[in-house]
Nanobody, 122 residues
Framework: QVQLVESGGDLVQAGGSLRLSCVAS????????MGWYRQAPGKQLEMVAK???????TYGDSVKGRFTISRDDAKNTVYLQMNSLKPEDTAVYYC????????????????WGQGTQVTVSS
């Protein structure tokens, strides 16, 4: 069974940095896109960053210039380096694998991690 496990969430002061990790395990042939989303209390889910297998990266406007996404396909792992953190970055951060194939010839499907809490204090 495929599962995504996130780690690295913590309580940090404004201006600090964190590095989130997400490891996908199980039967995995390939993953088209890996990304990070976040949801603050009472707010909608927001796309933070996505990386294709190229990798081609995309960032949400609110994190451009501060966050960097990277992926290590040999480890089925995606990272999110977060710098210059602001209180508004406080949210649960979710890892997502899009187009994950568990068997050769199978159609890709999407998987979500359980989320990791990031809290930025002022």
């Amino acid at each position: 069974q495929v599962q995504l496990v996130e780690s690295g969430g913590d309580l940090v002061q404004a201006g600090g940095s964190l590095r989130l990790s997400c490891v996908a395990s199980g039967s995995i042939v390939s993953i088209n896109v890996m990304g990070w989303y976040r949801q603050a209390p009472g707010k909608q889910l927001e796309m933070v960053a996505k990386a294709s297998s190229a990798p081609l990266t995309t960032y949400g406007d609110s994190v451009k210039g501060r966050f960097t996404i990277s992926r290590d396909d040999a480890k089925n792992t995606v990272y999110l380096q977060m710098n210059s953190l602001k209180p508004e970055d406080t949210a649960v951060y979710y890892c997502k694998a899009e187009g994950l194939r568990e068997r050769v010839g199978a159609r890709g499907t999407d998987y979500w991690g359980q989320g990791t809490q990031v809290t930025v204090s002022s």
